[in-house]
C-alpha cells in the first residue's frame, strides 16, 4: 500500500499520528508548497531524505504504536539583523501497529487554508466574502483584524462551506476604508485552536535566470504579493546577500534587476516583502563571468589568441607550439584543455620563437613547446612539451598572483601584483637579470639590488635576448644583450642585471607609459602620446628616417603621417615597428620583405606609413596589436581578429600559406 503525504503551501504546526502495520510500506510525499520536507528516523535522528518516495519497514520486534520516523516542514525567517534562517513550520510522526491495523493516510489530518481575500479595504456594512478549503476539520472560528485595531471573530462556522459573509462595523473599531486581514482558526470537537490558519501565504514562483557576473540582470516570477525581495549567495555560502529589495508585484508578476559579482554556482531566493514565510528558491544557478578575453599574441612562426577564455593556436607546431595533438594548422583551433588547463579561463597568452604561454585568471601560467633552454618553467629540459604544463611554483613564484607574461624569443618573463618581475629559460646575454649567464628551467627573481631597489614594475616586454620594464614612475629599465644598443643605456654593454634607459636626451621629463621589444630594438610610449625607439636600425626599425643604430632612445618622426597623431599602443616585430593611434589607425615602418608593414606593398620604409584601410579595416577601428617575427596581428573594437605579413608557416590563421600585404580576416570559423 502507497500512502501519500501532502504538503500543502501552508503546513500548519500540529502533530499527528499515522500507522504503518508490520512489513514493508511506501509513501509518496506532495510538496506543494514552497518549503523544504525532511524525512528523519527517531531513534537516530538522521535525514534520510528531502523528497520523493520512501519504504518503510516495520520489524515484528518493534513495540505497538512505537514511533517510527516523522516528517519536517521547514520554513525561511527573516531575523532583526536581516539574516534569514530555516525554521520549523510543521511536522507529523507516524507510529507501528499490527499487521491488522490500517494506516492513516495523510500529512497532520487537520488543515486549512484561506484562498482569498488575504487582506482588504473595503467600506463598513458591506457585505464581504471569506473563502477556505479544509481537511478534517469540523468548525472553524473566522477573526478579522483592522490596522487601526478593530476587532471581530466569527465563531464555530461549518468548515465544509468553505466560505463566510461577513460585514464590518463601527461598533468593532472598524473605520471607513481601513485595511484588514483574515485569520481562521480550526475547532475540532470542542477542542479549538488545534490548526492556525495564518495569514494566507502568498504563493511565489521564479524562473530559472541567465546571469552574468558583475552586469545587471533579471530574476522574473509570479507572485500574488504586491512586493518581494530578492537575495543571492554562492552555492557554497551559509549568508544571503541582497540583489534587490522592494520589487513591486505588477499583475501577478515581478521583475528584479541586480547585479551578481561573483560567477559560478549561486542561490537565488525570492520573499514575500511582507511575509518572510512565503518564498521560492533555487539552487545552483551558474552565473557565467562577464570577462570577455579577447586578446593575441604573434609569434616568429605560429599565433596565438584568446576567445572568451580560451586560448586559440595556429601557424607552425614544428616543436609543439600550438599546444595541441593536432600539427601544423593554418586555422585557429582550441589549444589542449585535457590536462592542466582544465577548467582555466585564459586572460592572456605569449608568443615567442617556438614556445607559447598563458596566463590564467587566478595569476598562474602554462607553457608548451621547445625547451632546450628550460624555457617552459618546469623544472625540465624535456626536448619539448607538445600540450601545456604549469610553470614552477615551488620556489620564487610561490604564493604569487602573476598579472603578465612576455615572451620574444627563448625566454620568458612574468610580473606579480606586488610589481616584481621573474625570469626563466635562455640567459647566455643575461636576459634574465640575476647576474648571471645560467640558463634557467625554473623561475628566477629579476635582481633588485641595483637601479630596481624599491621599484614597482608595472609593465614588462622581451626581445630575442634583451629585457625591458616599466615602473609606476615612468621610467624604463633594461638588461641582457646590448652590442646592438637595445638597452637604450647608451652603451653597446651586455647587462647581466637591470640598468637605467638614458634619460638625458629625447625620454627627459617624460612619462613612458608602454614598452616593446624587437629583435635587436626597442620601442616606448610617452603619455603625450609619441613613440622612441633605440637599438639596431639597419632596416629602419627606429623610424627616424635613418639606418644608423642608436645606443640611446630617439624621437620616431612626425613630420609624416604622424604629424598630430596621439599613439595609444605599440608593438616590435623582428626588425619592424608598428603603432595604434587614438583614432584605431595603425602605421609601421621597417623591414617590409614580405608585406608585415601593411601598406600594400613589400618596400623597407625608414619612415612611418599607414596601414592600408582600403579593405577589412575599412571604417575600423582598432583597439590591440602585436607582431611577432615578420607578421602582425590586430584587434578592433568588435573584437575581430586581423593579420598581415609573413604567411609560410600560416601564422596568419586564414587557411592559406600566402603572405599578405593588406590586412585580411583571421578565419576563426572552427573557433
Known sequence: MTKIINITPTPKEYSDTGLFKESAETFTINNTGTQRVTLSDIESDSVLFTAGTFQANVEPSMPINSTLFFVDVNEVVQNTDGSFATTDQGFGSFATTDSSGIPTIGFGLPSISITSPLSGNFELETNQTLNWTSANVTNVNITITGDSGGSKVYSNVDASLGTYTFQLNATDGFIVNEEFS?????TIGATSDEVTGLDTIATLTMTTPVLTSGVAGNITGSANCTTVNVYERLSTDVS?????LGVTVIAGAYTASGTVADSGLHDFLVIDADNASA???????????????YSMSAGITHSLGVIDGVAYSWGSDIYGQLGRATLENNLPLAVDVSGVLSGKTIVSVSAGYVISFALDSDGKVYS??????????DNSTIYRRVVPVAVNVAGVLSGKTIVSISTFWSHCLALDSDGKVYAWGRNDNGQLGDDSTTHRNVP????????????TITKIATGQHHSLALDSDGKVYAWGRGRNGQLGDDTATQRNVPVEVDVSGVLSGKTIIEIAGGIYHSLALDSDGKVYSWGLNDKGQLGDDSTTQRNAPVAVNVAGVLSGKTIEAITALENSSLVIDSDGVAYSWGYNAYGQLGDNSITTRHLPVAVNVAGVLSDKVLTKINGGGDHTLAVDEDDVFYSWGYNYFGQLGNDTQTNEEVPILVDVSEV
Open 279 to 293: 518564498y521560492t528558491q533555487l539552487d545552483d544557478v551558474n552565473v557565467i563571468s562577464s570577462v570577455t578575453y
Open 182 to 186: 483574515t485569520k481562521i482558526e480550526a
Open 444 to 455: 628566477v627573481a629579476v635582481n633588485v639590488a641595483g637601479v630596481l631597489s624599491g621599484k
Open 240 to 244: 544571503w546577500d541582497t540583489f534587490k
Open 368 to 377: 608548451w613547446g621547445e625547451n632546450y633552454f628550460g624555457q617552459l618553467g
